[in-house]
T-cell receptor
C-alpha cells in the first residue's frame, strides 16, 4: 500500500544552519505530496505542497521538490530560526486530492540560539 | 476563520466505558476528517464526511467506533467499550471541496486506564 518514510529524528541544529529532512514515498499512480508542521501546543498546519512531478512547493523559506524518479520530497531550508522548532510531517494523498492523507512518522526539529 | 475546534482537549476513561468527542469544523468547509495519532507516529486516517455523508472508513475503524455528522455541521466520534489500545490523540480536520488544504484542530487526547 501507499506509505511515507521520513528521516528519524530528533534533529538539533544551531540557528542559521541548513536544514534537510528526507522524505521518500511509495504510491501507485500520481500522488500529491505535502509537508505539514506542528508547532508546540498547536494543531497540524500545511507548510507546503506539490501536486505533480518536478513541482517545487515553498513557504516561509522552506522548499521541497517533487522528484518522481527518486520518489522523494525532501524538505530544505537555508537558514533555520529558533521559531522553526516543531515536528515536521511528510504526507501524500493517493488520489491527488486532500482526503485520506498518508503521513510519515514525523521528525522533531529543535533549533538552538 | 475561527479554526477547527475539538472538545474535550483531554479525556481519561476506564476500560470498557464509552466516550464521545466533538469536532466543529470551519463553517464553510464541506469535508470533515477524523485521524488518530499514537505516540511517535504520524496521523492515521479513520474516516471522512462530505457534508452529512460518510464517504469512506478505514479498516482501523472497528465496529466499536462510530462517527456522525448530522446536518453536515459538527461531527461526533464515539468509541464504545474502550480498550487500552484506543489511547491516542484523535484529530479532526476540515476542508473545502476540490483538494484544498486540510485544517486540523488541536486534537482530543484519550487515555484509557
Amino acid at each position: 500500500g501507499d506509505s511515507v518514510t521520513q528521516m528519524e529524528g530528533p534533529v538539533t541544529l544551531s540557528e542559521e544552519a541548513f536544514l534537510t529532512i528526507n522524505c521518500t514515498y511509495t504510491a501507485t499512480g500520481y500522488p500529491s505530496l505535502f509537508w505539514y508542521v506542528q508547532y508546540p501546543g498547536e494543531g497540524l498546519q500545511l507548510l507546503l505542497k506539490a501536486t505533480k512531478a518536478d513541482d517545487k512547493g515553498s513557504n516561509k523559506g522552506f522548499e521541497a521538490t517533487y522528484r518522481k524518479e527518486t520518489t522523494s520530497f525532501h524538505l530544505e531550508k537555508g537558514s533555520v530560526q529558533v521559531s522553526d522548532s516543531a515536528v515536521y510531517f511528510c504526507a501524500l494523498s493517493p488520489q491527488g486530492g486532500s482526503e485520506k492523507l498518508v503521513f510519515g512518522k514525523g521528525t522533531k526539529l529543535t533549533v538552538n540560539p | 476563520d475561527t479554526g477547527v475546534s475539538q472538545n474535550p482537549r483531554h479525556k481519561i476513561t476506564k476500560r470498557g466505558q464509552n466516550v464521545t468527542f466533538r469536532c466543529d469544523p470551519i463553517s464553510e468547509h464541506n469535508r470533515l476528517y477524523w485521524y488518530r495519532q499514537t505516540l511517535g507516529q504520524g496521523p492515521e486516517f479513520l474516516t471522512y464526511f462530505q457534508n452529512e455523508a460518510q464517504l469512506e472508513k478505514s479498516r482501523l475503524l472497528s465496529d466499536r467506533f462510530s462517527a456522525e455528522r448530522p446536518k453536515g455541521s459538527f461531527s461526533t466520534l464515539e468509541i464504545q467499550r474502550t480498550e487500552q489500545g484506543d489511547s491516542a490523540m484523535y484529530l479532526c480536520a476540515s476542508s473545502l471541496l476540490g483538494g484544498s488544504p486540510l485544517h486540523f484542530g488541536n486534537g482530543t487526547r484519550l487515555t484509557v486506564t
